[in-house]
């Protein structure tokens, strides 16, 4: 199958921000360089490129954020035996931001995928790999979430789950966050697998 190249662009009302990226789309894998500005905790920039391998298994995520007087940037790997890896930098400080702590690399045993805090993009790998804009069911799967501006990597276990097709070219799938926070989202998907309206968190322009 040849590669699909796609532009898709989001908008965020709370808090405020947008987001484009320009993603390559395989049978079984993607690829996708995006920026993203957000005003939260103070305005910020948010630059990423994102490789998968086959089954849409992250193999390494680059990220840098930056805003007035400061920058970080974060190199996350997985490795072919499952093994997480981070480099990370730092020029400046943001007072409102918590000081780096070195990840616990071993809590990430499992995840497949990272989770970048509020990108929608990140919501397509996990759904396409287990074909859930056709088919119901549930899967629980583990994430390495990077929260942003921070760029800290957490654990985080979390929930898909198939509800309907709206028509044919939607689908709804329901997000379910397994940690304390509770979070969770009916999110409108398309037939391509991008996120079309994240209550709460995207838009699809």
Same mark, same amino acid.
């Given at each position: ?20 990226? =320009? +993603?390559?789309?395989?049978? #079984?894998? !993607? ?17 990423? %490129? ?32 499952? +093994?997480?890896? %981070? ?18 690399? $071993?809590?990430? $045993? ?5 989770? !970048? ?15 859930? !804009? ?5 899967? #629980? ?36 966050? !397994? ?12 037939? =391509?697998?991008?996120?079309? =309206? ?8």
């Amino acid at each position: 199958m040849d590669s699909r190249f796609r532009c898709v662009a989001w908008s965020k009302a709370e808090p405020f921000g947008a987001e484009f990226a =320009d +993603v390559r789309l395989d049978a #079984d894998s !993607l690829g996708a360089r995006g920026v993203a500005i957000a005003s939260t905790p103070s305005p910020y920039r948010l630059d990423y %490129e994102l490789e998968t391998a086959s089954g849409f298994v992250t193999t390494r995520l680059r990220v840098t954020s930056r805003g007035d007087g400061w920058q970080r940037s974060l190199d996350l790997r997985r490795t072919d035996s499952g +093994v997480w890896e %981070e480099t990370w930098t730092e020029n400046g400080a943001n007072p409102l931001l918590q000081p780096h702590v070195a990840t616990d690399v $071993a809590a990430l $045993a499992g995840a497949l995928d990272v989770d !970048l805090g509020l990108s929608p993009l990140l919501n397509t790998p996990p759904v396409l790999r287990h074909d859930l !804009l056709r088919r119901g069911g549930s899967v #629980d799967l583990v994430m390495a979430w990077v929260s942003v501006p921070d760029l800290a990597v957490h654990r985080s276990p979390q929930r898909y789950t198939f509800l309907r097709p709206i028509d044919n070219e939607r689908s709804l799938v329901h997000f379910e966050s !397994l940690a304390e926070d509770g979070f969770n989202a009916d999110i409108v998907f398309g037939a =391509d697998g991008f996120v079309l =309206d994240y209550p709460g968190i995207a838009t699809r322009l």
